[in-house]
C-alpha cells in the first residue's frame, strides 16, 4: 500500500522567511497530493491540492511542487506570517478514489 | 452552513468499557471516513464508507467497529477500550462528485482517554 513520509517534523521560521515541507510517496499510481493545515486545538483543512498532471501550482503566498518521477512534492510557504504556524499534513491517493494516506505532519512555527 | 459534528468533543472512560463516538453531517456527501490523530503519527485512517452500504477497513481497524445508519450518520465503536486508543479522532467526509470531490472535511474531533 501506499506509504507517506513528511519532513522535517518540526520547523522554525523567522517571519518574513520561507518555508519548505518536503514529502516522498511510495505508490507510483498516486495521482492527487492535497496539503491540509491544523491550526492548535482547530480541525485540518484543505489548503492546495495538485494532481499529477501538473508540475506546479500556486495559490497567493502557497505553492506545491510535484516531481513524479522521483516521488516527492513539496509545500513552499513565502513570505511567512505568525498566523501561518500550525501543522501541516501532506496526503497522496487517487482522484475519484477518494481514500488518502496522510504523513505523519510538520509543526511550523513562524515568529515576529 | 453546512457542517461536520462529532459527539462527544471529549470523553474520559475506563479499560475494558465499550464506548461509541459519533458523526453527522448536512453537507449532503456520500463518503465518510473516521481517522485517529496521534502525535508524531498523523492522521491514520481507521474505517471509511462510500455509501450506506459500503463499509471498508483502514490501515489501523484491529480494536473498532463502524455502522453507517444513514447517509448522514456514521459511528466509531470500540467494543473493549484499551489504554493505546487514547487519541484525538476525527470524522471526515467528501463528495463523489463535484467541484471539490477530492476534498476531504473533518469534523472537529473528539478527544478520547482511556485510563
Known amino acids: 500500500g501506499e506509504n507517506v513520509e513528511q519532513h522535517p517534523s518540526t520547523l522554525s521560521v523567522q517571519e518574513g522567511d520561507s518555508a519548505v515541507i518536503k514529502c516522498t510517496y511510495s505508490?507510483?499510481?498516486?495521482?492527487?497530493f492535497p496539503w491540509y493545515k491544523q491550526e492548535l486545538g482547530k480541525r485540518p483543512q484543505l489548503i492546495i491540492d495538485i494532481r499529477s498532471n501538473v508540475g506546479e501550482k500556486k495559490d497567493q503566498r502557497i505553492a506545491v511542487t510535484l516531481n513524479k518521477t522521483a516521488k516527492h512534492f513539496s509545500l513552499h510557504i513565502t513570505e511567512t506570517q505568525p498566523e501561518d504556524s500550525a501543522v501541516y499534513f501532506c496526503a497522496a491517493g487517487l482522484t475519484g478514489f477518494q481514500k488518502l494516506v496522510f504523513g505523519t505532519g510538520t509543526r511550523l512555527l513562524v515568529s515576529p | 452552513d453546512a457542517d461536520v459534528t462529532q459527539t462527544p468533543r471529549n470523553r474520559i472512560t475506563k479499560t475494558g468499557k465499550r464506548i461509541m463516538l459519533e458523526c453527522s453531517q448536512t453537507?449532503?456527501?456520500?463518503?465518510m471516513y473516521w481517522y485517529r490523530q496521534d502525535p508524531g503519527l498523523g492522521l491514520r485512517l481507521i474505517y471509511y464508507s462510500f455509501d450506506v452500504k459500503d463499509i471498508n477497513k483502514g490501515e489501523i481497524s484491529d480494536g473498532y467497529s463502524v455502522s453507517r445508519q444513514a447517509q448522514a450518520k456514521f459511528s466509531l465503536s470500540l467494543e473493549s477500550a484499551i489504554p493505546n486508543q487514547t487519541a484525538l479522532y476525527f470524522c471526515?467526509?467528501?463528495?463523489?462528485?463535484?467541484?471539490?470531490?477530492?476534498?476531504?472535511?473533518f469534523g472537529p474531533g473528539t478527544r478520547l482517554t482511556v485510563l
Open positions: 471526515a467526509t467528501s463528495a463523489q462528485k463535484g467541484k471539490r470531490d477530492n476534498e476531504q472535511f
Open positions: 453537507k449532503g456527501h456520500d463518503r
Open positions: 505508490d507510483s499510481a498516486s495521482n492527487y
